[in-house]
């Protein structure tokens, strides 16, 4: 019986399902499985094949300095308990860096010793891989291989039209909808999508933003800064799953206007969606817009200009309608059951 501790597995299945996606399929493939969220009570207490990280950068995107090095400690103890245990320890690699940054000395040291101590390694993408290599050279010494990130195409309702959904946001048919979606953080970059947004002379064009603030200060410069432009549309707040169908099938195109970026969920869902993006060419986005096209995939270079946006709009209106397209099919590697499989192989191979 092969036992999982997962950091997380199921419980940010409310953010974001990719983890409660990943492991429910795995535990389709093998009934016998154990997969837990981890706890510290959990790994002192039991012996785990696997304990298998996910985000294990994020204590550094805390402003207390103090509570970052807390946790650094507390990370420090469960890796080296796991190792007394002869437990693999697993990353999946979905960031190379903590977005803010904060602590660029302890992080880089903190990842250096992190990777030292890992027995595999799983990348999203090929280049996502190449990347991770690069960035980090003592990887070479440590088992890895790549596991898509899998589609959110049964995770949704997607039972409403295009033209249903901008009837329902008070959006004109002709209008084309540029969409932001998803949690809005300092890195995403949403004041700036808004200014070259804004530069825009196309009256015809609507720029949505729909997703929670991370802070009430961000929330309150999106808002001054979109008041003055009747073309934007601020849904600034949680939103429910029930409503993700809305905003994704109101856009025209799915903007990310990151400063940084090397995997993104939120591509992944508005693909999903069947809609199309325009994101930066930056880390796995690259192989994105390869894998699914350049009319599906629009990619700038730099920083998000009115340029990019104003192409983007010329572009989209050459391209046919994609309300009966469908842009993942079901046995592409976008798959969560083939995913699944890979990630069990791998397991698997470390234990051996």
């Known amino acids: 019986m092969l036992k999982i501790l997962a950091s997380p597995a199921f419980d940010n299945k409310e953010g974001n399902p990719y983890n409660y996606l990943l492991y429910t399929n795995l535990q389709s493939l093998e009934p016998n499985i154990i997969i837990e ?10 012996k785990w094949d696997i304990l298998h990280f996910h985000w294990p950068e994020t204590f550094f995107n805390k402003k207390n300095r103090v509570e970052a090095l807390k946790e650094l400690v ?73 596991v898509y990130h899998g589609h959110y195409k049964d995770s949704y309702r997607n039972d409403i039209s295009k033209k249903n959904a901008k009837e329902k946001l008070d959006i004109s048919e002709y209008e084309t909808v540029f969409t932001y979606f998803g949690q809005i953080k300092e890195y995403k970059n949403i004041p700036e999508l ?13 720029l949505l933003i729909a997703g929670k603030p991370e802070s009430e200060a961000l929330k309150e410069r999106i808002e001054i800064l979109a008041k003055t432009d009747n073309r934007i549309k601020l849904f600034l707040e949680f939103i429910d799953d029930d409503d993700v169908q809305l905003y994704m099938n109101v856009a025209d195109v799915v903007v ?8 993104s969920g939120t591509a992944l869902l508005a693909l999903s969606f069947n809609r199309p ?11 994105l817009r390869n894998q699914f096209g350049e009319t599906i995939v629009f990619t700038y270079n730099h920083s998000l200009s009115v340029e990019d946006l104003e192409k983007t709009s010329q572009a989209l209106k050459l391209v046919p309608s994609n309300e009966d397209t469908n842009f993942i099919d079901e ?22």
């Open 37 to 46: 969220d981890f706890k510290w009570e959990k790994l002192s207490e039991q």
């Open 74 to 146: 507390k990370y420090f103890i469960i890796i080296k308990t796991a190792k007394r245990q002869n437990t693999k320890i697993v990353w999946t690699i979905h960031n190379l860096e903590a977005h803010s940054r904060l602590y660029p000395r302890m992080e880089k040291w903190y990842k250096n010793w992190f990777i030292k101590q890992i027995d595999g390694a799983i990348a999203l993408t090929e280049s996502g891989l190449e990347l991770a290599h690069n960035h980090f050279p003592t990887l070479k010494d440590v088992d890895t291989t790549v």
């Open 194 to 206: 808004i200014n070259q947004f804004q530069k825009m002379k196309d009256e015809s064009s609507c």
């Open 256 to 263: 990310l206007p990151y400063k940084e970026i090397l995997n």
């Open 277 to 287: 993006l325009l994101v930066p060419n930056k880390g796995a986005l690259k192989e």
């Open 331 to 352: 046995e592409s590697v976008f798959n969560w059951r083939e995913g699944s499989r890979k990630t069990l192989e791998f397991y698997k191979s470390l234990l051996k």
